[in-house]
């Protein structure tokens, strides 16, 4: 089992940044990867941005390349999705999950095992 737990949304400003965390806790392991989905109003969630909990690989959905930057904190057992530039289309519920192994990269959601409760980010123009 892996508990995760999100923290760091709000409301912001239009061009402002944003910094996610992901606290995970459990049987965590090397191999395993900690991704962050999205789920924007009236639309299906998505893929935003996958590291493994090594820290040694990750992968991003093309639309954030640039302005997205996900990162493991060996320390605090954390992974962190900083957002730069926040848009009001970034304005969705934003959650971190888990998948047993790097397959999880790809972004599949069918390959999350651990998910959590979710963090509102609200993005005003």
């Known amino acids: 089992q892996v508990q995760l737990v999100e923290s760091g949304g709000g409301l912001v400003q239009a061009g402002e940044s944003l910094r996610l965390s992901c606290t995970a806790s459990?049987?965590?392991?090397?191999?395993?990867?900690v991704a962050w989905f999205r789920q924007a109003p009236g639309k299906e969630r998505e893929f935003v941005a996958g590291?493994?909990?090594?820290?040694?690989?990750?992968n991003y959905e093309d639309s954030v390349l640039g302005r997205f930057t996900i990162s493991k904190d060996n320390a605090k057992s954390t992974v962190t999705l900083k957002i730069n530039s926040l848009k009001p289309e970034d304005t969705a519920i934003y959650y971190c999950?888990?998948?047993?192994?790097?397959?999880?990269?790809?972004?599949?959601?069918?390959?999350?095992?651990?998910w959590g409760q979710g963090t509102q980010v609200t993005v005003s123009s």
């Open positions: 999950a888990s998948a047993l192994g790097p397959y999880g990269l790809r972004g599949s959601q069918s390959d999350f095992r651990f």
């Open positions: 590291i493994l909990w090594s820290g040694s690989s990750y």
């Open positions: 459990g049987q965590t392991f090397s191999t395993m990867t």
